[in-house]
């Protein structure tokens, strides 16, 4: 069992936010790229939480393919969609904002649309689908991302792992919230694999030749040299119906892409003509739907919350203690870390080591 120093929220927070400011983020853009952060820990999500804190964010603007201030233009808008240009700012800023937008959107008329263009990774999808569903809105989103998952019949990484992510109000005491990739992992946790010396289950990942690959801190190398891909979300080829996962990646592909005419597939690579790390112009989607414009929100959160109970309490298999919905075990994790706080490991603890000394932000670290 790999070793984990558990540190205050409080900490990690004040310890981010001070990071981000000193590398030029404004501080109310710091305090919301801190908090998308932490909410992934909060939910047990730890691919997408602090340990992405060094090198998707810091390493990158400090590399100058991301800039620290989010300039956000508005190229087109009506009453009820948007188009942003976030000018490769913080994704996280320029998706807070895009999704508030649509809220305030969809509480006037019902529903509302923003679609981001060059943008920069955005952390976890969920933190934005939640913003809808805590303000008693449907809220989907989704995001392309650099190519990392093989079409069926291919080996080629061609698709991001494009999450399509909802956020639903119930009457419970967390929202159904379905949060995952396109494919059957992330890249994500593959780099936690790596950092943490484990192999990535075999048939995740398939080479050039059409044989999966296990080896985690090779699979991330030859993701980038184009000889390994992803399988789309069911596997790979049709026999367990990887084609469905392929699919469902194009759909994000093309609603990040072609409503803001923005950049997709291979140009999403980060990479120049000449090999040189380039900005990776991504683009987001955030739509909020309200259930007062249908049948009234407390209508709507009951029967959401009915059905999810008739779920978990439906017959289990043999051996099994418990059914769960989506959401379920992330609200569990936070009931336990509230108080414990947030669970660090070497390689994170090492980061936020070299992070301290390189910004020179002389933080007395609890570890």
Known sequence: MEERTYVSW??????????????????EDAKICADVLMESDRR???SHGVNRFKPIYIDRINAGIQKPVTKIDVLRETPTTAVFDANDGMGMVASYKAMKLAI??????????????????????GYYATMASNAGMIGITGTNARPSIAPTFGVENMLGTNPLTFGIPTDEDFPFVLDCATSITQRGK???????????????????????????????????????????????GEELAGYKGYGYATVVEILSAALQAGSFLKMLSGKDESGKLAPYHLGHFFIAID????????????????????????????GEEKIYTAGEKEYLVWQERKEKGV?????????????????????????
């Open 343 to 367: 669970p660090l490991n070497e390689a994170c603890k090492d980061d936020i080591i070299k992070v301290n000394e390189m910004l020179g932000l002389d933080k007395k670290l609890p570890f």
């Open 104 to 125: 305030e959107k969809a509480k006037k008329y019902g529903m509302g649309m923003v679609a981001v263009r060059n943008s920069t990774h955005y952390g976890i999808a």
């Open 44 to 46: 047990g999500i730890e």
């Open 291 to 318: 259930t007062e414009a249908f049948m009234g929100l407390e209508s709507f959160k009951k029967t959401a919350g009915d059905i999810l109970r008739e779920l978990r309490s439906s017959e289990k298999a043999p």
């Open 10 to 27: 409080n900490f990690i927070e004040d310890f981010m936010i001070s990071a981000f400011k000193k590398i030029g983020v404004p501080e």
């Open 190 to 236: 593959i780099e936690y694999f790596a950092k943490t010396g484990k192999d990535t289950p075999k048939g995740m990942v398939v080479g050039r030749d059409g044989l999966a690959k296990t080896d985690s801190k090779q699979i991330l190398k030859d993701l980038v040299n184009n000889e390994a891909a992803l399988a789309p979300l069911g596997g790979i």
